[in-house]
Structure formats: C-alpha cells, structure tokens
C-alpha cells in the first residue's frame, strides 16, 4: 500500500513530488520483484508438475519396464516369420538359420533401444520430452510417411482444429447464449425443454454418429458416411472446402447432439445463481434492459468462469475423440493416441502428453494474469487474491 | 427391356409368351413353328436395335407378333483397350469391415479389399447387392506346451504325446466351424494348408485322417485317463490330482477374435475331462512373452489358442512339417522342445530340403509324416478360417485363394466393371499409405503392397488358385535342372531339361566389388568350377524395349535390370558408400542359393541364373531378375533408384528404418514426406550432373543422353504429380492423398498389355459336386454311384480334373476302401464298388465319401454320400 507523503497545510499545499515518485518506484519495483517471484514459482512448480506429470506416463506407458519383454517377444515372433516367409530361407543350414533370425533380431532390438536398461531410457524419455525434443518414433510414422514425432503430430493437427475447434466452437457459444437466456427465463417451456433433454448427453457422440450416418448416409444417401473430403478429392481448393464442409456435418451434428443439452444446462444453472443476485434484481427495478443487465450484471462478473472454461476447452481439443473419429473416419488426433498406446510407442505417447501438460500448465498461468485483468477484485502474487 | 439383354433372350421370352397365349385358346394341339421374318441391325456405338418380327403359325391359330428390343454390342474397346478396364481407382481407406459393407451397401463403395469375417461377412453374404470371394490363409491351433515341469511336483499332461493326439477326438470341429465362426470356418486335422497344391493331392489321405480323428470325446477320456494313469495323477471324483494336488492347465486364450470362443469351449471340455482350467485371456503382444519367450519348463502355461497365417498358394508344403514339429526353423524356446520320431524328423527334413529323386518318392515321404504328425502332435489344429472379399455385384476381379485381393499379384489386371469398361471404382481398404514406399527397407504391409502391385508388373506372374507361375512379362523361359531333382512343368512357356551337371561358367557374375563398383565373375569368386542345382534362363520379348516404359515415359533398358542386380550385393558391402548394416542378414539369405547370373543377350533381353533354390514346378524356379521382383519392397527405375542412393549417402534418409533409427534420419519415402524435398534437390543436382550411378558397370548400360532424357522425365513426371514412385504396369499412381487416406490410381494407356490378358483368371474353378446313387446297397453285390461336377453352371471338363478320389467308411467310421473314379463325360463320372468292397462292409449306414482334384484350383472339393448296407 503506497503511502501519502503530504506536508503543510491544505490552503497552500506544497508537495513532495520527489518523495511521492519515489515511494510510488519502490511500490512498484516491489509490485515486479512480487510479481516475478511469484511467476517464477508458479513456473517452477508447473515444470515440476509436468515433469513429474510425464515421468508417470513413461513408466506407465512401459508398463515399468514390462513392455521391453512383450516388445522383444514380439520382434522374435516378427522376424522370424518373416524369415520363413523368405524361399531363400529354405536354402540355409538350420544353424545359419537360427543365426540368421537371432542376427535379425538383435538389429531390431537395438533400433528399439532393448540393448540399454529400461530406466537409463526411461530418463532419457523425460530429458527429450521436457526440452520438446521430440525425435522420433519408434513404430509409427506420420501419414506422409515422416518417423519425426514433431511431423506425426502436426499432421493430424489441422483435420484436428477444423473438426473438433468448429465442433467445440458452436457448442460453447451457443450453450453460453443459450443458457444465459434461459437463467433469465427460469421456469419456460424452453427451459423445460432442456432440462428434460439434458439426460441425452448421457450418450457419446459416436452413439449418435453412428445413428447419423445410418439415416443420412446409408438410408437417404445424403450425405457422406466418413472420411475428410469426399474420393477422390477435389483439385481446386473452393470444391475441397466444399467437400470438408459436406463431410464435417455428420460429425459436428453428432457432437452436438451429444453435448448441447447438458451443455445448455449447466450454464443455465451457473447463470442462474448470479441472475438471483440482489444487484440484478436492483438493476431489473431501476427499469435497464435485458441486454444490459446480461451482459454488465451477469456475464461480467461470470467472466473469469467463462474465460477459463474456454481455454480449458481449446487445450481439450488436444486430446481428440477417439472413438468418434474413427466412426467418421476422421484422421485426427485422438486415433494417433490410440495407434501409440497400442503400439507401445513411447515417443509418440510422451510427446502427446507433455505437449498437453504445457499447455495445460500455460493455460493455468496464463489464467491467473487474465483474472487479474478481467476481474479487479484478483490481485497477482502475494498480498493479493489468489486466483 | 434391359439394355443387357441378346435379342435370342428377347426371342425365347416372345416364345414362351406367345405359347402361353396359344395355350389359353383352348385348343387340343398346338404345333408352334417359330421363324424370324425380319431382322434388321443398326449398328452404334454401344447398342444395337434389332427389330425382330416372328410369326408364330400354329394350329387352329396364327399369331404375329412384333417386339424392337436393344442388345448391347461389345464394346469395341472391349478388344482393343490397353493397360487397366478402369479409368481410375480410388483407394480409400475405411478401418471398419461394418462400416465398409455399409458402405458397399449403397453404393459408396464398390469393393472392400480386405477380407472380412465375423457378422460384416455373414451381412455380405447375405446381400442382394454383394458378392463375395472366399479366401483361406488363416489357421487355428491349440497349442500344447510340451515341456517338463522344473518343480517335480507339478505335473504337465502334455509332455506325453499320447494325450496331445487324444486331444483331437475332444475337440468338435464341425462345432467350432460352424457355430462359433457361424460358417465362416472349415474343420482342419492336418498340417497341410488349405490353399496349397499338396492338400490336393493328398486329400484322399487326409479325408481318411480326418474320420480317424474324428470328434469323439469317449475315445478322448479313454485315451486320456489310460496316460494320465500313467504318468502317475489319479482320478479323485471326477478330477486329476497329482501329489494330491487337483491337476490346474493354464490355457492362454487370445482374446481379440473368435479365438476367445474357441478357447473357451477348450476349457470346457478340458474340465469335462477331468481337469481345472485356469483361464488366461489377454491379447497377443500380453501373452506372446509367455508362451513365445518364456521357458516353457517353468510350466507358467499349457496350452495356448494359436494361429497361423499363409498369403499365397503353397506349390511345396515345405514347412508344414518342418515348422511346426521340430526345432530347425524356429529359434523358440518351446520349439528348442520339439523331438519328433525319428521317422517324422527324417521325413520331415527331406521334404524341407527336396531331398527325393521323384515325385512319387516325395509323396510317400508326406503319406509317412501326414499321420506322424497327428501322432506326435505338437498342436491340435482346430479350424481354417474362410474369410470373404465382399465387393459390388457389377465388379469383376481375380482373387487369390490364400490372399484375397489385396494379395493377389493380379487384382488391377483385371478388375473392372462387368458390363462396362472405364469407369471410375472406389475401393476401401483398412488402411492407406501405411508405411514409408521404397523398394530397399519400404512398406511391406499387405495394402500398400497391393497398391504398389496395382501399378507394377512381373516378370512371372502366380496362378492365384494355383500357385504355379504364369507368363508375365518375359516371353519365354528354359530350365536346366541336375538329374534327379524331381521337377517338373506343366507349361508350354518353359522348357525343362535335365543334366547329370549344372555348371556356373567362370563368367558369370557371382559377386560385387564394392569398392571400384564392378562384378566379379564365377573365376574370380570360386577357387574351383562350381556347379549349381539349376540353371534359368528368362527370355524377353524381342520387342520388350519398344514396347515396355516407365510411368513417367522412359524407355525401360538393361541398365534397370543391372541395378536391380547391384544393390542385391552392394548396400550390404561395409565398402559401400551406401552400406546398411539392416541389409546384410537380406544378402547373406540371397547368396545362400545363388550361384550367379550372366546376361545372354541384352536386345532380346536373355538372363541366365545359376542358383541351388529348387522348386518342384519349374514355372515357380525362374530367375527373371525383374526389378519388382528383385528389389524387395516395390519397384524402381535406375533414375530414380540414382536419386536415393544420393540421398543415402549424403545422410538425408535411408532405405532402412533401423538406419534411419541409428542416424536419426528420416526414411526414404518416394511418395510423401519430407523425402521429396530432399528427392527434388537430388534430382536437380543429379541431371547437372549427369549422374550415373555405380558408373563403373551401369556406365555400359546407360549413356548420357539416356540419363538427361530420364531425369527430365522424372522431373516432369514429379511435376504433374508430386511423387517419385514410378513403375511399369496398368496403371499409375497419380494422387496421393495421405491425410485424406486415398490414392489415385490412372490408367496407364502406354502399357503394352491388352486389358483383357488376364481375364481367364476372373473366378476360381471350384468344383460343386452331387452325388447320386442307391440307397440300400446289397452286401457282396456291386454298387454304382454317380458322381457330378460342375463348375460355374456348366460341366466340368474331364481334361481340367486331375483325378476323383473315392473313399468309403463302414458303420464304424474305418474305412475299408479308396479307388478312383472313371470318367463318363464332361461333368459325369461313375465310382463302381465292387463285390469284395461291398463285402467288407457290415449292415448299418455308411458313406461314400468324394474328393475332386483339379487342374485348375488348388482347394479340392469335396461330398459325401450316406447309403446302407444289408445282406
């Protein structure tokens, strides 16, 4: 707190503008040494997380060290089928045989990392992921063929936003309109409506895709029954985009569906509780519109709510859906998360979660500077309202 | 009226309407003369008109009738089209048979390429709008752990044989098949694989097999309990103990398809037995460290739902013993077990190695090992499964009994719509563009393999019912095998010769010398004259290089050939600018048969190979050193083969992934990626340069015009269609989509080829089979059944049938007699049971049972014929 420094009297003040400058320097350079050490801690915890975060998706993901055995059984199995698959292989000794198939095996194991112990590895794995060095995987290769994990990813990416973020999008904006309008009105047909509605959410989306596509695709061939863009696709870039739009309604209409009515729900009872508040029942006597008291009794000091259950939402899409982009045969990236894990490709699995974690922990850090911003009650760092 | 309608079905439909209306005049006698009055055809491009005019004269009334109906003349580019019946295929990719029948349901789809079971395949089936191919290729076993427990006190019933082979008799096939996989399965008591030459010519044996082994679970607990006895458990209630101890199998059961059933029933009659099961259901890569890995003395298992898979004909049955019951191929620790009889082993070791002067001593061999194997039985096995290809009733493709389509060598020769040519089809497969393309360490899995198949060709093509080769690219070959090697041909295209000696003249390439790039000769390699089990001489057509190019436009020439040849040697070479360690296990196993090569002639194209690989058919024993062949994962040109090995060795990407692994680069990809970056920048450098590659030896092959024409065209051709993947067949791959999952496949219209080369392998020739005969047969007096084969709604040609086995079982299941059926006609034959077979049999019902071999499809086929015996 900054303290005045006012000397004679008030008639014919005289002020110490230097001293006041420099009392209001050193609250400031308090308020930055506050604020950076309480940046640099959240920071350093969040890393902290994260790392402890992606150290358990290692282990977990090797299952402690178990898949080593389960991936070199495999090998054994693959390559020495493989071998048998060979005419040539008949022409050898069945010495040279076995030497031949325990040649090739090593090769394997040693591309797979098997000739070093799992925890040297495993540690490793946590260096590269935490310095995003990627690298690259060690079964699966991106759709145009890349082994780097940075490509694998970035490919599914777009389809990724363009899906899931229009998906996303339309169900966040039209729940909040649309559970904002009805906390305003409590007890209509519409909010009935909803609320009797809000249990079909109970469902997932790839319950009512696959309801979708058997109406619209198999019975009134209407529209496509999967797929990104229709086959082959389009040469010329208007038609391609025409073709996507034409794929992604089965889909979003699906998630939609899924989500919207519980969606709607929740908001509605979030709003509900500040649409009660004595300040808007104030404002409704004072005769302001509704619009008004919307949008500056209750969207505003829901704004924090609201901001962070949109960036939650936006790092969601990161995560995919699988089941549902494999009903539409989508090629996005919730499928990659489960041709990884079954593939027990350990690059690939870490990268997804690490990049997830850091955006998580940005998200969270981000939040606590943007509450600050939106909301003058939060103060950053100590002294302050912890957000 | 159809526009696929003949005028003569036109004509009968006339006829039988105008009878039906003569019928109802009431007249007692009707004589009908049927005469087309006039006929006129005008011809157009797809249809004619015919105008037919009948006059129907008949007693006591005459009826004129008049009908114009459409009949589609053939096509003209019927006859003349070259290269593919399509003008394009568009691959899709749809993970989900369910989905992907759905699909093919409406008309989204037109083929499905791969095969599919379970209630997708039964849905398939059962559509109007669907046909299906069967295809055989995977087998179910129930796998015994044979080891010897460590701790004494535990006991493994499966150590003794004897328990293994009662096993069979507890386990009911027919209720395997057709219950637990709904039809979609057929028993299976042999090692002998279903697609595969051998299961034909033996089917008499195995049909007599099969009814020894039948289900029977009496026999089983006899058998059973007599072993358990004694090996020292007793039976307490209705459980074995051993030490006092309730005797507890561990099954492993696969969990991810049907096997899960199949174990499940095991379990169930196991513990009808007398035993516990312990249950253990997990997925394959959970339970492949047990059973694959772990020590099998440690009894941490006893039985395990296996299977096993085959992805084209088997002509040599090679490994069906070798493989499963001793310890030569398989370097496991439970196969490390596997001691078969002295008997099994030897026989087992001579049919592996074609250790036999004649085809007849080699089948003794497998009549001797055949019921060893049931004996000693290191397996049960259970079911051949029988997958479909499901794909829209107007298309036409050639499908390969153990590989479907998406295996078969010959799918985009002859695919097309049935009552068109051109078109665009759409064909699903699971997945698309799985794996990095290039032809050293590329994609080996099935689909993209049956891309890169779609638009290549072969020297030497498979039969895909048969197994045997047949003419691809090559003319014409000739094979000089060592006398008393027992092989054989049945094709007019080779020419097979016996010498007492083979020899490999001392200037043949035998080798490389990687470090000055150049061939070394037979002399040079051999301290002494060698000799080789063959020699194959693969003969070009005299217009091959006039007539054959590569998709991007360049003429095919020698050098091509000659590279393909190099890189066999020199990427394994420590001396090579391009070595890969991943390749030398691939060379040592090459050089493990080969002998050497020598070009003949290089306009005719003539290549001769000396080589120790046998083949008991000569068409399947051809070097023909086409590059498809011989790199192998896909194909390649010299240039664009120039390109990678630039990159190889500037480290941009490696063929290999264990290269590109070890040097954390990218893997060479031809068709996307960041490979084609680096490709573009080789290009440009390659053709300033007027790059050769190992120019030492392809420098007398290649000139420098012929490499700035190619790398123009290359570059031209990558323009177009951003890839540098090119080859030679019907068409080429002009879209690669792999975000989208889809490839584009174009006709290619320069390909020499008629389309309609292969159209005689559109179906298999299964042969259906009815029997007819008496129902009471008298005891010692003689007994004729007549048999009937029909292929494709016609008779079978008795020239196409190898032979009709007959086998006949008395009241008991023995059986008391095999003889073989005469031929009557085309499609007829007779089985004859004389008095001395009718008197070997006591009263009560019997079967005769028929097994139809064919020249023409490997899966014989196969009826029974129940009748009864009384004095």
Not at chain 1, 21 to 48: F, H, N, P, S
Not at chain 2, 357 to 370: N, P, Y
Not at chain 2, 807 to 824: K, N, R, S
Request: proline residues 5%.
């Amino acid at each position: 707190m900054a303290t005045d420094v006012i000397t004679g009297d008030f008639n014919n003040a005289e002020v110490d503008v230097e001293s006041i400058e420099a009392t209001a320097r050193k609250a400031r350079a308090q308020g930055i040494k506050r604020l950076l050490r309480y940046t640099l801690l959240k920071l350093v915890a969040l890393v902290i997380t994260v790392a402890i975060g992606v150290y358990i998706t290692v282990i977990v993901a090797n299952m402690g060290g178990a898949v080593d055995k389960i991936r070199m059984a495999t090998i054994r199995e693959t390559v020495a089928l493989a071998s048998t698959a060979d005419p040539a292989f008949r022409q050898l000794t069945s010495t040279e045989r076995i030497a031949l198939i325990n040649a090739r095996v090593e090769l394997e194991a040693k591309r797979y990392g098997l000739d070093r112990p799992f925890i040297i590895r495993s540690f490793e794995y946590l260096r590269d992921a935490m310095t995003l060095n990627l690298g690259f995987a060690q079964q699966l290769v991106s759709d145009s063929g890349s082994r780097l994990v940075r490509n694998i990813i970035l490919e599914r990416l777009p389809s990724t936003l363009v899906l899931f973020g229009t998906a996303n999008l339309i169900l966040f904006f039209v729940a909040l309109y649309a559970g904002l309008s009805l906390s305003r009105r409590y007890g209509s047909w519409g909010d009935k409506i909803v609320l009797a509605l809000a249990p079909t959410s109970a469902a997932p989306p790839w319950f009512y895709g696959i309801f979708l596509i058997l109406i619209f695709a198999a019975l009134l061939r209407l529209l496509p029954f999967g797929g990104m863009v229709g086959a082959p696709p389009p040469d010329n870039p208007f038609d391609y985009a025409m073709s996507l739009l034409q794929h992604m309604i089965l889909p979003v209409a699906a998630w939609l569906l899924s989500a919207i009515f519980l969606t709607i729900y929740n908001w509605r009872t979030f709003f509900l509780i500040y649409a009660s508040e004595d300040y808007v029942e104030m404002a409704k006597a004072k005769g302001l519109p509704d619009s008004m008291i919307e949008r500056r009794y209750i969207l505003r000091p829901t704004l924090p709510n609201i901001i962070t259950s949109f960036a939650l939402l936006l790092i969601t899409l990161w995560t995919g859906a699988i089941i549902t982009e494999t009903v539409f045969n989508w090629p996005v990236i919730g499928q990659l998360y489960a041709q990884a894990i079954g593939a027990f490709d350990t690059p690939v699995i870490v990268a997804n979660v690490v990049i997830y974690a850091y955006l998580l922990a940005l998200t969270v850090f981000l939040l606590d500077f943007i509450y600050a911003l939106v909301d003058p009650r939060v103060r950053v760092g100590e002294g302050g309202h912890k957000a | 009226m159809s526009k696929k309608a003949w005028a003569l079905v036109a004509l009968l439909v006339l006829i039988g309407s105008v009878a039906l209306a003569a019928c109802t005049g009431g007249t007692e006698t009707v004589v009908e003369v049927t005469r087309i009055v006039s006929e006129t055809v005008e011809p157009e491009p797809a249809t004619v008109e015919v105008e037919v005019t009948r006059v129907i004269e008949s007693t006591p009334e005459t009826v004129e009738v008049t009908r114009v109906v459409e009949v589609e003349a053939q096509n003209p580019e019927e006859a003349t089209r070259k290269g593919g019946w399509l003008d394009t295929i568009v691959i899709v990719q749809e993970a989900d048979s369910n989905s992907a029948v759905a699909r093919l349901e409406a008309g989204d789809m037109d083929m499905y390429a791969d095969d599919i079971a379970g209630e997708a395949a039964i849905q398939a089936i059962n559509s109007d709008n669907l046909q299906t191919r069967t295809q055989y290729g995977l087998f179910d076993e129930l796998q015994f752990n044979i080891g010897t427990c460590q701790d004494e006190t535990q006991l493994n019933p499966f150590t003794d044989a004897k328990i293994r082979e009662a096993m069979n008799y507890a386990i009911d096939r027919d209720y395997v098949a057709q219950e637990l996989y709904n039809g979609l399965a057929v028993p299976k008591y042999v090692t002998l694989a279903e697609a595969s030459a051998d299961r034909a010519r033996f089917a008499p044996e195995i049909r007599a097999l099969e009814a020894k082994y039948a289900y029977n679970m009496d026999t089983a607990r006899e058998l059973i309990s007599a072993e358990m006895e004694s090996m020292g458990a007793t039976l307490e209630g209705d459980k074995w103990t051993f030490n006092g101890e309730p005797i507890t199998l561990i099954f492993l059961i696969r969990n991810e398809d049907t096997r899960l059933l199949i174990g499940e029933y095991i379990s169930t009659q196991l513990e009808e037995l007398g035993f516990n099961v312990e249950r253990v259901e997990r997925t394959s890569s959970e339970l492949s460290p047990i059973w694959n890995a772990g020590d099998p003395t440690l009894c941490e298992w006893h039985l395990y739902t296996g299977a096993w898979s085959q992805t084209a004909v088997d002509r040599g049955s090679e490994f069906a013993f070798e493989q499963y019951y001793t310890n030569r191929v398989l370097p496991w620790p439970l196969w490390a077990l596997y001691s078969p009889p002295a008997e099994l082993d030897d026989a087992s070791l001579r049919i592996y190695n074609n250790d036999y002067s004649s085809i007849e001593e080699r089948a003794e061999l497998i009549r001797t090992a055949l019921p060893l194997s049931m004996e000693y039985a290191t397996r049960d096995w259970i079911t051949s499964r029988t997958t479909v290809v499901p794909f829209r009733n107007e298309v036409s493709v050639t499908t390969d009994l153990a590989g479907g389509v998406s295996g078969s060598p010959l799918w985009s020769k002859t695919v097309r719509f049935a009552d068109k040519v051109g078109g665009s089809m759409n064909i699903g497969l699971p997945s698309v563009f799985t794996e990095p393309y290039n032809p050293m360490g590329g994609s080996n899995w099935v689909f993209d393999q049956m891309i890169l198949r779609g638009v290549g060709d072969q020297g030497i093509y498979t039969d895909p019912n048969t197994g045997l080769g047949v003419l691809g690219r090559i003319d014409h070959a000739e094979v000089v095998v060592q006398e008393g090697y027992p092989m054989s041909s049945q094709s007019d295209w080779v020419t097979l010769s016996f010498e007492p000696e083979v020899v490999v003249p001392d200037d043949a390439w035998a080798g490389w010398d990687a470090e000055n790039q150049v061939f070394l000769t037979a002399a040079d390699v051999y301290t002494e004259t060698q000799t080789a089990l063959l020699k194959s001489t693969a003969y070009y057509p005299d217009d091959f290089f006039s007539t054959v190019t590569w998709h991007d436009g360049s003429a095919y020439s020698v050098a091509d050939f000659v590279m393909a040849m190099i890189t066999q040697f020199d990427l394994a070479d420590p001396a090579s600018p391009y070595y890969d360690e991943a390749l030398v296990p691939t060379r040592d196993q090459f050089l493990s048969s080969f002998k050497g090569v020598r070009i003949a002639s290089t306009d005719p194209l003539v290549i001769e190979t000396w080589s120790d690989g046998g083949n008991l058919d000569a068409e399947n024993a051809i070097s023909t050193w086409w590059p498809a062949a011989t790199y192998d994962y896909s194909d390649a040109a010299w240039h664009n083969m120039a390109l990678m090995l630039r990159g190889e060795a500037d480290g941009s990407f490696a063929f290999t992934a264990d290269k590109a692994t070890a040097n954390e680069i990218e893997q060479t990809n031809l068709i996307s990626g960041p490979s084609l970056a680096a490709l573009a920048t080789e290009l440009t450098a390659a053709s300033e340069e007027g790059f050769i590659p190992y120019a030492p030896t392809l420098g007398q092959y290649v000139t420098a015009e012929d490499a700035a024409t190619r790398y123009a065209n290359l570059a031209e051709f990558a323009r177009r269609y951003g890839h540098y993947y090119i080859s030679t067949g019907p068409y080429f791959l002009s879209g690669v989509f792999p975000v989208e999952g889809q490839a584009v496949l174009s006709q290619y219209a320069a390909h020499p080829d008629l389309a309609s080369r292969f159209s005689n392998f559109a179906a298999p020739a299964t042969p259906v089979i009815e029997i007819d005969g008496p129902a009471r047969v008298t005891i010692g007096e003689e007994a004729a059944f007549d048999i009937y084969v029909d292929v494709n709604d016609g008779p079978y040609p008795i020239d196409d049938i190898d032979a009709i086995t007959y086998l006949v079982f008395d009241a008991d299941g023995a059986m008391v007699a095999q003889g073989t059926a005469e031929a009557v006609e085309d499609g007829a034959w007779q089985a004859v049971l004389g008095p001395d077979v009718t008197s070997a049999l006591v009263e009560g019902s019997n079967r005769l049972d028929v097994v139809v071999v064919s020249k023409l499809v490997a899966i014989p086929g196969l009826a029974s014929y129940e009748f009864v015996t009384a004095p």
